[in-house]
Antibody, heavy 122, light 112 residues
Framework: QVQLVQSGAEVKKPGASVKVSCRASGFRFSNFGISWVRQSPGHGLEWMGW????????YYAQKFKGRVAMTTDTSTSTAYLEVRSLRSDDTAFYYCARDTAAGTTWALQDYWGQGTPVTVSS | DVVMTQSPLSLPVTLGQPASISCRSS???????????LTWFQQRPGQSPRRLIYKVSIRDSGVPGRFSGSGSGTDFTLKISRVEAEDLAIYYC?????????FGQGTKLEIK
């Protein structure tokens, strides 16, 4: 069955970076992409962007450009989200969701990881 | 960005009764490819979002038939014909027609 398993909780200080992983199983990873979505009390659900596991193409929401990096490792069927220069308002649950491999709309999000809580606090 | 506005934000319901959630977008969600990328998610307490309905009205596999989606343009609705206890959750609409994808604020379905 399709599964996305994310890495564990993180606690970081302001200004640090965090890297969250999302390991896929139950489907051919390179035939799909991964969207990253975060959820916080202050901002609700926010779509951060997308990466194709087929060719590594990315699209970042303007709000996150320059501060996030999405990558994949097809040898381990794993997607990664790195967020740099962390601020207190980056405290949130970060989710990965399966998405399409290409195109100009990313509307699949049919399977989600369990979420990774990231706390940013001094 | 496209603003998605849900109403109500809290919906007290009686088990066995119908429920309806509205989602309005600030721009038409009809894409140039003739699809309308409006999705509904359900999030139960302590769980990840679960996709229920995509492209306005297509139910995901395993989603009970009491859930239905409808609408067009800027006005969309999620209906539950008879609410069951397992339906108590927060429901979100999301548009993926215009970048970036954006979500509604969520509607909390709770027992009256």
């Amino acid at each position: 069955q399709v599964q996305l398993v994310q890495s564990g909780a993180e606690v970081k200080k302001p200004g640090a970076s965090v890297k969250v992983s999302c390991r896929a199983s139950g489907f051919r990873f390179s035939n799909f992409g991964i969207s990253w979505v975060r959820q916080s009390p202050g901002h609700g659900l926010e779509w951060m962007g997308w990466i194709s596991a087929y060719n590594g193409n990315t699209y970042y929401a303007q709000k996150f450009k320059g501060r996030v990096a999405m990558t994949t490792d097809t040898s381990t069927s794993t997607a990664y989200l790195e967020v740099r220069s962390l601020r207190s308002d980056d405290t949130a649950f970060y989710y990965c969701a399966r998405d399409t491999a290409a195109g100009t709309t990313w509307a699949l999000q049919d399977y989600w990881g369990q979420g990774t809580p990231v706390t940013v606090s001094s | 960005d496209v603003v998605m506005t849900q109403s109500p934000l809290s919906l007290p319901v009686t088990l066995g009764q119908p429920a309806s959630i509205s989602c309005r977008s600030s721009h038409s969600l009809e894409h140039g490819d003739e699809n309308t990328y409006l999705t509904w998610f359900q999030q139960r307490p302590g769980q990840s979002p679960r996709r229920l309905i995509y492209k306005v009205s297509i139910r995901d596999s395993g989603v009970p038939g009491r859930f239905s989606g409808s609408g067009s343009g800027t006005d969309f609705t999620l209906k539950i014909s008879r609410v069951e206890a397992e339906d108590l959750a927060i429901y979100y609409c999301m548009q993926a027609t215009h970048l970036p994808n954006t979500f509604g604020q969520g509607t909390k379905l709770e027992i009256k």
